[in-house]
């Protein structure tokens, strides 16, 4: 089993450019894929970027132009860089592994942004 766990949120001003971290502990080889997902108030949570062993990438429309994921080699930490944040990018950020077929989730990590 993998386990994950991300920090690097809080308040942002708009257009600032957080870099949020997750890293992963356990079996960490059997990793397939990690993403990033959000979840805004009365909103439904949603895929905003993932990363795949051989380092290809997927990203929400809403954030293809802005935002970055990247990993290490070893995929034991991956990141969002968000660049030019804008309000209706608040929500609660989740990474997750993808192993055997199976989703792990971290607890999460709210991003507000707003002067």
């Known amino acids: 089993q993998v386990q994950v766990v991300e920090s690097g949120g809080g308040l942002v001003q708009p257009g600032g450019s957080p870099r949020l971290s997750c890293l992963a502990s356990?079996?960490?080889?059997?990793?397939?894929?990690m993403g990033w997902y959000r979840q805004a108030p009365g909103k439904e949570r949603e895929l905003v970027a993932a990363i795949t062993r051989d380092r290809s990438t997927n990203y929400a429309d809403s954030v293809r132009d802005r935002f970055i994921i990247s990993r290490d080699s070893a995929m034991r930490t991956v990141y969002l860089q968000m660049n030019s944040l804008k309000p209706e990018d608040t929500a609660v950020y989740y990474c997750s592994a993808l192993v055997g077929g199976l989703r792990s989730w971290g607890q999460g990590t709210q991003v507000t942004v707003s002067s």
């Open positions: 356990g079996s960490i080889f059997s990793i397939a894929s």
